[in-house]
């Protein structure tokens, strides 16, 4: 059997601070290509895009935030995890990534792997799916304990992919163990 080549993708996860508590956003999952991904339709996600060729993660998470969310001037307030600058002085510049989770999948529905990093919008932010590329249909922000819940009870109704970033931060929120500039 031939085994399809692996793809990079930059995967964010928004989240926001109302005031009250940190909200993680999830967004329904639209498959135009069933061919492509035959299990996740109708699914909650976090933003996802395939790296393009030269292109570095972070661009294609920020082209990934405008094309799904539909918001064409979109700019995190910060993107927790993004890469510091190193170099050992010889001509080279290397970036440091210390994103969430690095998620891997060499089954179906696509062999994906990439970082996942949290992106922090301000408080106001909404998706506006009517300017979007079609992707995505719906969202929804939700507390770390619903989510959480949601996803030990209701594992099924989330995108394969990117299920375990969801359960590593409500839970990194939930044992206050996720380094945010802001608490609840």
Not at 74 to 88: C, K, Y
Request: charged share 25%; proline share 8%; hydrophobic share 35%.
């Amino acid at each position: 059997m031939h085994q399809k080549p692996w793809k990079l993708v930059a995967i964010g996860i928004p989240v926001r601070f109302n005031g009250l508590e940190i909200e993680i956003m999830t967004q329904l999952r639209l498959v135009r290509n069933q061919d492509y991904d035959p299990i996740s339709d109708r699914t909650w996600e976090a933003i996802g895009e395939t790296v393009k060729e030269g292109e570095s993660v972070l661009d294609a998470l920020i082209r990934g935030f405008r094309e799904e969310c539909g918001d064409e001037q979109f700019m995190p307030v910060d993107i927790l995890g993004a890469p510091t600058d190193w170099s050992t002085g010889k001509g080279d510049h290397e970036h440091l990534y210390t994103p969430l989770c690095f998620l891997q999948n060499l089954a179906a529905p696509q062999p994906w792997a990439g970082p996942c990093h949290v992106v922090t919008v301000p408080h106001w932010w909404e998706p506006d799916y009517s300017k979007s590329d079609g992707e995505a249909g719906d969202h929804c922000w939700w507390s770390a304990e619903h989510l959480k819940h949601e996803l030990d009870h209701r594992r099924e109704t989330f995108h394969c992919f990117h299920y375990p970033a969801f359960w590593v931060l409500s839970d990194g929120i939930l044992q206050k163990t996720f380094p945010f500039p802001f608490r609840a």
